[in-house]
């Protein structure tokens, strides 16, 4: 449940404003510890779940130094880790960096009408700016979502 929460807040907040708030990966951070403190939370261990967020760090932080990513998809990915652990992470990359390139394949070809003066483009351009970026985290949540419901 906590997860679920977790990637709808971020596909809103990511759609919308194109931020993962701290004050959400805090929360979900103390929620999961807690469920961890408990007994509540589901597999995986707590050794895989580190290992899950390391990887989630490691793929990402390199883009993130060379100013392509934003602080908030990194910290997504590292949190998405630890609830997946690194099997499930994995999925979770894959569909994120499918959905992120159908979404800058949609803003090159949104950015490209839209100069040669086609009306109904923008509208749509607002969404697909090239300047706005991708919402890489969002599309990330939905890895995430689609991993939790193949029942892993």
Same mark, same amino acid.
């Given at each position: 449940?906590?997860?679920?929460?977790?990637?709808?807040? !971020?596909?809103? !907040?990511?759609?919308? =404003? $194109? $931020?993962?708030?701290?004050?959400?990966?805090?929360?979900?951070?103390?929620?999961?510890?807690?469920?961890?403190?408990?007994?509540?939370? #589901?597999? #995986?261990?707590?050794?895989? $779940?580190?290992?899950?967020?390391?990887?989630?760090?490691? &793929?990402?932080? #390199?883009?993130?130094?060379?100013?392509? @990513?934003?602080?908030?998809? &990194?910290?997504?990915?590292?949190?998405?880790?630890?609830?997946?652990?690194?099997?499930?992470?994995?999925?979770?990359?894959?569909?994120?960096?499918?959905?992120?390139?159908?979404?800058?394949?949609?803003?090159?070809? @949104?950015?490209?009408?839209? $100069?040669?003066?086609?009306?109904?483009?923008?509208?749509?351009?607002?969404?697909?700016?090239?300047?706005?970026?991708? #919402? =890489?985290?969002?599309?990330?949540?939905?890895?995430?979502?689609?991993? @939790?419901?193949?029942?892993?």
């Amino acid at each position: 449940m906590i997860a679920a929460l977790f990637c709808a807040a !971020t596909l809103w !907040t990511d759609l919308a =404003y $194109r $931020r993962v708030p701290n004050a959400l990966l805090a929360a979900v951070l103390t929620a999961l510890g807690l469920a961890l403190l408990t007994g509540n939370a #589901p597999e #995986p261990g707590i050794p895989a $779940r580190l290992l899950g967020a390391g990887l989630g760090i490691a &793929v990402t932080l #390199p883009v993130y130094a060379l100013g392509r @990513m934003a602080a908030g998809d &990194v910290k997504f990915l590292a949190v998405a880790g630890l609830f997946t652990g690194p099997h499930g992470l994995v999925m979770v990359w894959v569909v994120g960096n499918l959905l992120g390139l159908a979404h800058a394949l949609l803003a090159c070809a @949104m950015d490209l009408r839209a $100069r040669t003066g086609v009306a109904a483009a923008a509208k749509i351009n607002r969404q697909f700016s090239k300047a706005r970026g991708v #919402p =890489y985290a969002a599309y990330l949540a939905v890895g995430m979502l689609l991993w @939790m419901g193949a029942g892993s």
